[in-house]
Each structure stands twice: as structure tokens, then as C-alpha cells.
């Protein structure tokens, strides 16, 4: 309990840093949001003052800051400077595309990786674990924009299989999810078969072959547990990875989600957007590397017992 | 090569054969890694019988192919390794001639074994009742309710306190001792025939040893259980054992009662194993066995042990030598004789 406490005060601890320093990175960097939504060359300058004034965008950093986190806690997530729609709408039109996105990745790299890894594992170097071992080196070879536009183009273009941008539909979905989760995916699989292979050999595998325990129970009970220490501490870097590598996919395939309006926010400096967007991602991250510990210490109690006392 | 050995066998000296059938016996087996082209053989042509109830030690140098032998009598050699003669049997049926499934459901249910380091034998990650239950439930159609009861009353036997809440309990927050102790409950839940005890003390330090040693006599006892003891330590197997085996190189050099093997050792490595252990009077010098043991591959093909033997003769190192009966039953051409007691 105290383990799952500590933890949150972290949580919170670097969420407060994040939205510091998105907050100053994104008032420091040159350009201003005035420049979309005003035509600075024909709009009187005494216009646009007036304009920041009423924003508040002419107070000091600190105030800006202080007025943002407050709204905040309150409940008041700001308005789109540029499009006049609240970030609470923006959020709700979006945050369901991305948690699919991001869900289907998950779901390939875990719920399909790890079984993968252990099947390579248990049919160590027959024709499916060279197989496996060669597909997931290539994948792991190519960057997830590459492999996102050759995809594009053989699927999509020249074979027409495939939807390559929108969203809407389940075919709109496959592309993005597999660019999304291939590297991650190869690492998962990897990682699993190694520490599997591992732990198969491991002295308690033989006790309990020596009770007679069916072989199956062994490994898919006792031993896929005991090496799921590595899979669970990747994991949780791999989360972190795909939520930032959604950005990038959502943009390639024009995915209405968050990253497509953060990405957007940015470009046109539309300060709450940007803040609140970034603040999202950064507690998605917070809360998958906690969920990643706390299931680490469910499947291994040794991890308990270091955590209660550290 | 088994003609001479099967002759001598008929009629070695009471001390060696149990009189009624063996619960375990060990027919001529041997085992040998399997190489590219070749075979090294690990352990050569062993013969043991263990009656029933009845507790004999194995005991020899690391290296001298005790634990591939019980391992083989599991049928859990390590890959790479395989029977390549001989049977065992249990009850008088064969263990080595069954199928995996048929094998497995004799494992942990009519012969078990336990091992030297009882931290890394047990599941880490699965609390000791489920490892306990787990045994119990792949073996019998029980209810789990049943199961539970059946492993708590066996922990309690084998000295647990508290053993309804240990239960829940992982490995790790156990001393070695109990956590042996947990094992010994694993392996004889199911009451089996036989127990394969591979050096379970080892790893234990000696006031633990000895309430170890003392539950698997009483167990032994009270399940007519019997029990073969791997141990490398020979004081504490004549302590606990009915009879004693010495293995040398893959092979058993000596076989007898263990009060009598403890006095009069005719193998020259028996000796010296005994010597080795023995307390001394205070200043006399530590005995030991001068050399090593032969690696396997590297078998002389006379006696095994002629190269560190000081009884040595001529025909030593030139036929390898077959059991010969007397006081005790031994491999060796130029045996120690003793006088007439």
C-alpha cells in the first residue's frame, strides 16, 4: 500500500514538471499564436495588443502559468485560441481515436508478442523459432515512419488492399496499428523468448517435472510468470515509446487522435492545447510506468518486499 | 561385458541383496552423453537394489555419477544425456520402458525426489500451499477444499508451525531448513514408494541437517518408504542409512551394510573416503585421497581408481575388475582383507 503511494506522489511530482516545462518551452520558442489567427500584415497592431491583452497573453510567465493550473484544477481545460472550440471537446473528439490506436498496438505487441515468444521459445530452433527470430530482426531494423510509407504504398497504393489515411472503419485502423506496434513488437518477442528460455532451465523446472507436472502447466504456468520480470520493465519503456510514436503514425495516416491535434497545436502555437495535449501524454506515461511496477510486484513477490522496505 | 557381473551378483553375501523384492532396483544401468559421433559414458553398469522401508546412501566424489543416476531412475536426465543400458524398476516394473505420459504419472505419486538447494528448487513466484496443492492435484481427482487439507496436515508433519497460514507463504521468506522441510512435504504428499533424496542437507548448516535427517527417518518409518540417500558426506550416511553404496567413476566400487562398511572398508577408495572423514587425534594431519577423480572419457580401462590407489597391482590397470563377495560386496582384484572377528 505504502509502495502504491509512494509511487503516486511521483506521479505527481513530474506531471507538475512536464506542464512546467511545456508551459516555458512553448512561450520561449519564437512565434506566437496571434500569427494564426490574425493576418499580421493587414491587422493594426493595436489590435492585436488588445487581443493579447484580453488573453492574458501580455502577463508575466509565472501569472500565465498560475492562471492555467488553476483553471485546471477547476475543471476549466481553456479554449482553442484558433479554432474557439473548449480543449474539453477537442479532447472528447480525439481521445477516443488515439486510446484505439494505441489500444490495438498494446494489444499486438503483448497480447501477441509474448505468446509468440514463448511458442519460439518452447519450439526452440525448429522452422517457426528461426522464422520468428529472422521476421522480428528485420522489423526491429526499420524505422516506423519507413515502414509506415512502404506499407503505404504497397498496400495501399499498388495493391489497394488497405485504407491509408482517415479513420472510420476497422480497415482504416490495421495500418496504422501495425506501423505503430512492429518494433516493439519484435522487442517483446525477443525479450520473451530469451527470458523464457532462461527460466525454462531454471532448477525449479526440473522439481517440478520431479512431481510430476504436466509439461504444458510448466511453462505456460511457472515459468511464463517467472519470466515475466524483463517483459514487464521493456514494457513499460515500450509504452512510453509507442505513446510518443503515435504522433508521428497518427500524422502519416492522418488519424484524427490526440497526437494529429497536438502536433497541430503546436505548429500554430495554440497554448492551451498544446499544454493540456502534452499534460495527457506525460500522465498516460506516469500511469503506465506505475501500473508497470505495480504488476511487476504482483508477479514476482520478491519485488514486494524490496519495495516495502526502499 | 554383463555375463561375469550377473554371476557375481547371485551370489553376493546377504548384506547386499534385501530379501524380499525390491521396491527399487537398479539393473545394470548405464548412461552416456551423447557426442557428434561417439558416446561418453557417464555411468557404467550399476546394480542397486533398495528393499522396501529400507534407506541405503550413495555415496561418492562429485562427479562420480550419483545424481545422473537417481536422475535417470526420474527419467529427468538432462538433455544430451540418455540411458543407454539397462532397466530400472519399481515394484518390479519397468520405469525406463514407460511412456512420457505413463512416467509422469508415477513422478511425485510412486517415486519423488528432492534436491540440494531448496531456494532455487522451488518456484520463487507461487506460493509453497499451491506448489504443494499442484503436486497433490496432478496426480489425484480431489477437490481443491480436500487438497488444501491434505497439504496443511503434511506440513504440519514435517514440522511447519502455523502451517494452515504458511501456506500462503512464498519460498523466500523461509529459512533453508524449512524450506527443505516444504520440499519433503511436496515430494511425499502422495505417500510414494520411493524417495531419491539428492544431497538435501548440503546447502544446510549441521544443527538443521540433523532435524532433516531425523524427519526422513521417521517419514521413511511411518510410510514404509524407501529412500535412497545421495550424500558425498559418508559419516552421515552410515548414521542414517541401512546400507551404503560407493560409487567411483561412474560405477559402484563397494556395496555394504552401513555399520559394516563404516569398520571394514575393503575398497581402498572406501578407506580412504572413511579415513578422509574420520576424526583425528589432535596434530595427526588431515588424511586425503592423493589425485583426483577420473573424468569420464578419461576412464582408465583397467580399475578406475588404480591410477591413486596404494594397493596397486600389475593386474590393476589391466582388466577392469568385477564384484567379488566376502564381508563386503567390492570391485576390486587386490581387496583389504580382514581377520576373522
Known amino acids: 500500500m505504502k509502495f502504491v503511494l509512494t509511487r503516486l506522489c511521483y506521479a505527481v511530482v513530474i506531471i507538475v514538471l512536464v506542464s512546467i516545462v511545456t508551459f516555458y518551452s512553448m512561450h520561449a520558442s519564437p512565434g506566437s499564436v496571434v500569427s494564426s489567427v490574425f493576418n499580421l500584415a493587414t491587422t493594426p ?22 492562471h492555467f493550473m488553476t483553471g485546471l484544477l477547476s475543471g476549466n481545460f481553456g479554449t482553442s485560441l484558433v479554432s474557439n472550440l473548449s480543449v474539453k471537446t477537442i479532447v472528447a473528439n480525439s481521445a477516443g481515436y488515439t486510446a484505439l490506436l494505441a489500444g490495438s498496438a498494446f494489444v499486438l ?22 522464422g ?4 522480428s530482426s528485420i522489423v526491429l531494423a526499420i524505422p516506423n515512419f519507413v515502414l509506415g510509407i512502404i506499407l503505404i504504398l504497397v498496400l495501399g497504393i499498388h495493391l489497394h488492399v488497405l485504407p491509408v489515411a482517415g479513420a472510420g472503419s476497422f480497415s482504416n485502423l490495421v495500418l496504422p496499428a501495425i ?36 509439461e504444458r502447466r510448466i511453462q505456460w504456468r511457472h515459468v511464463l510468470r517467472n519470466s515475466m520480470g524483463p517483459i514487464i520493465s521493456l514494457g513499460i519503456i515500450e509504452v512510453r515509446n509507442l505513446l510518443g510514436y503515435t504522433l508521428i503514425v497518427e500524422v502519416i495516416f492522418r488519424w484524427p487522435g490526440l497526437g494529429t491535434e497536438l502536433v497541430q497545436s503546436v505548429l500554430q502555437r495554440d497554448y492551451d492545447v498544446t499544454e493540456v495535449l502534452s499534460l495527457l501524454l506525460a500522465a498516460a506515461v506516469v500511469l503506465a510506468s506505475a501500473f508497470g511496477d505495480i504488476a511487476l510486484s504482483l508477479v514476482d513477490p520478491r519485488v514486494r518486499v524490496t519495495g516495502e522496505h526502499g | 561385458m554383463r555375463g561375469p557381473e550377473l554371476l557375481v551378483k547371485a551370489s553376493v553375501s546377504p548384506a547386499a541383496v534385501p530379501a524380499s523384492r525390491p521396491a527399487l532396483a537398479l539393473l545394470d544401468l548405464s548412461i552416456s ?17 533398495v528393499g522396501q522401508g ?9 562427479g562420480s555419477g550419483k545424481s545422473l543416476t537417481a536422475l535417470a531412475c526420474m527419467g529427468l536426465l538432462p538433455s544430451g544425456l540418455a540411458v543407454t543400458g539397462g532397466d530400472v524398476h519399481l515394484d518390479g516394473a519397468s520405469l525406463l520402458g514407460l511412456a512420457p505420459k505413463a512416467f509422469r504419472a508415477l513422478r511425485g505419486n510412486a517415486i519423488s525426489m528432492i534436491f540440494q538447494d531448496p531456494l532455487s ?21 480431489v477437490s481443491a477444499s480436500q487438497a488444501k487439507r491434505d497439504a496443511i496436515e503434511l506440513l504440519d508433519r514435517v514440522g511447519i508451525p502455523r502451517a494452515a497460514q504458511r501456506m500462503r507463504a512464498y519460498p523466500h521468506e523461509f529459512s533453508g531448513g524449512m524450506r527443505q522441510r516444504v520440499m519433503i512435504a511436496a515430494a511425499l504428499v502422495l505417500k510414494p514408494r520411493v524417495l531419491l533424496a539428492d544431497e538435501p542437507t548440503t546447502a544446510l548448516d549441521v544443527t538443521t541437517q540433523a532435524g532433516i535427517v531425523e524427519l526422513v527417518r521417521e517419514l521413511c518409518r511411518e510410510l514404509q518408504m524407501s529412500v535412497v540417500w545421495i550424500s558425498h558426506d559418508l559419516a552421515l550416511v552410515s548414521e542414517l542409512a541401512d546400507r551404503v553404496a560407493v560409487m567411483y567413476a561412474g560405477e559402484i ?11 571394514v572398508s575393503r575398497h581402498p577408495y572406501t578407506k580412504g573416503l572413511v579415513a578422509s572423514g574420520s576424526i583425528r587425534p589432535y596434530g595427526e594431519r588431515f588424511s586425503y585421497i592423493p589425485g583426483s577423480i577420473a573424468e569420464p572419457g578419461t576412464w582408465p580401462t583397467g580399475c578406475r581408481f588404480a591410477p591413486r590407489c596404494e594397493r596397486v597391482r600389475e593386474e590393476c590397470v589391466g582388466e577392469h575388475p568385477d564384484f567379488r563377495s566376502g564381508t563386503t560386496t567390492v570391485r576390486c582384484v587386490n581387496p583389504i582383507e580382514y581377520e576373522a572377528e
Open chain 2, 33 to 49: 552423453q551423447r557426442l557428434r559421433r561417439t558416446e561418453k559414458r557417464l555411468v557404467t553398469h550399476v546394480d542397486l537394489e
Open chain 1, 132 to 135: 520468428v527470430r529472422a521476421f
Open chain 2, 253 to 263: 566400487v563397494e556395496v555394504a551394510d552401513s555399520k559394516v562398511l563404516f569398520r
Open chain 2, 54 to 62: 529400507e534407506i541405503v546412501g550413495l555415496v561418492g566424489e562429485s
Open chain 1, 109 to 130: 505487441i503483448f497480447g501477441v508478442g509474448i505468446p509468440i515468444g514463448v511458442l519460439a521459445a518452447i519450439k526452440r530452433d525448429s522452422w517457426f523459432d528461426r
Open chain 1, 179 to 214: 506501423v505503430l506496434a512492429a518494433a516493439e513488437w519484435s522487442l517483446t518477442v525477443r525479450v520473451t523468448r530469451t527470458s523464457f528460455l532462461e527460466q525454462l532451465s531454471a532448477d525449479f523446472t526440473r522439481t517440478l517435472r520431479a512431481r510430476g507436472v504436466s
Open chain 1, 45 to 66: 497592431h493595436s489590435v492585436i495588443v488588445a487581443y493579447e491583452r484580453r488573453h492574458g497573453l501580455l502577463d508575466p510567465l509565472p501569472v500565465q502559468y498560475w
Open chain 2, 121 to 141: 528448487s522451488l518456484d520463487p513466484c507461487a506460493r509453497i500451499g499451491a506448489q504443494i496443492i499442484e503436486t497433490i492435484r496432478a496426480h489425484k481427482d
